[in-house]
């Protein structure tokens, strides 16, 4: 999903639940309260999420520019950081060599 359907999606369902807590009378909020406050938490999950869903790869690109490092690991992820040579995907003969070393 690109983030227009994203927004597409849950802007309704914000909407209803701001205006059955708003019906309920929940805490005395209005649906515009509600509407702010819902669309404040989603924003701030959909922020932390982004940082979590992309550390691996950003883990991966950082320690891979480090001198005389290289990272061994899933071709996706390898084949996502092109411009990083250091960052290299799992092959039988690297992971036989890693184990003859270790």
Same mark, same amino acid.
């Given at each position: %999903?690109?983030? +227009?359907?994203v927004? !597409? !999606?849950?802007?309704? =369902? ?17 649906? @515009?309260?509600?509407i #702010? ?8 999950? /959909?922020t ?5 869903? !992309?550390?691996?790869? #950003?883990?991966? &690109? +950082? $320690?891979? &520019?480090?001198? =005389?490092?290289?990272?061994? !690991?899933?071709?996706?992820s ?6 990083? &040579? #250091?960052? $290299?995907?799992? +092959?039988? @003969?690297? %992971?036989?060599?890693?184990?003859? /070393? #270790?």
């Open positions: %999903m690109n983030k +227009t359907q927004q !597409t !999606t849950f802007a309704p =369902l914000i909407a209803a639940l701001a205006g059955f807590l708003a019906g309920k009378g929940v805490f005395g909020f209005n649906a @515009e309260t509600w #702010s406050i819902i669309g404040a938490v989603v924003a701030l999950g /959909a932390v999420w982004a940082g979590v869903a !992309t550390r691996p790869q #950003s883990l991966k &690109d +950082t $320690v891979g &520019d480090l001198p =005389l490092t290289t990272v061994v !690991t899933d071709k996706a390898a084949d996502a950081l092109p411009a990083n &040579d #250091s960052v $290299v995907a799992a +092959t039988p @003969e690297i %992971m036989a060599a890693i184990k003859k /070393a #270790s």
